[in-house]
């Protein structure tokens, strides 16, 4: 699985209200493909993010940037891990 650093980037974006977002830099992360179109981000560390977050952008230490809406995810002092679609190329392709 790939590990990269990278700026993670956590937002909410409800219809009707102006959109928040928390920019979380220097995270050890690690992407992966559960399925077409549905990426696994796994964290070290806690995110920092707004109430009720319904998206997530990682800006990749190689440049590449993933961001979709969140499908799932679960987290604790240690780390945790973020479900969410993309339609960039997957992760296990990048060498």
């Known amino acids: 699985m790939p590990h990269y650093i990278a700026t993670v980037t956590v937002s909410a974006e409800h ?29 070290q560390g806690q995110l920092a993010g707004p109430e009720e977050p319904t998206h997530v952008c990682v800006s990749l230490d190689n440049g590449l940037n993933y961001y979709g809406p969140i499908v799932d995810g679960e987290a604790n002092e240690a780390g945790g891990r973020l479900s969410f679609e993309s339609d960039m190329v997957e992760p296990e392709l990048l060498g």
Do not use: C, H, M, Y
Not at 16 to 35: F, M, Q, W, Y
């Open 15 to 43: 219809w009707g209200r102006e959109a928040e977002a928390v920019d979380n830099t220097g995270i050890a992360v690690e992407l992966k493909t559960l399925s077409p179109g549905l990426l696994q981000l796994s964290f």
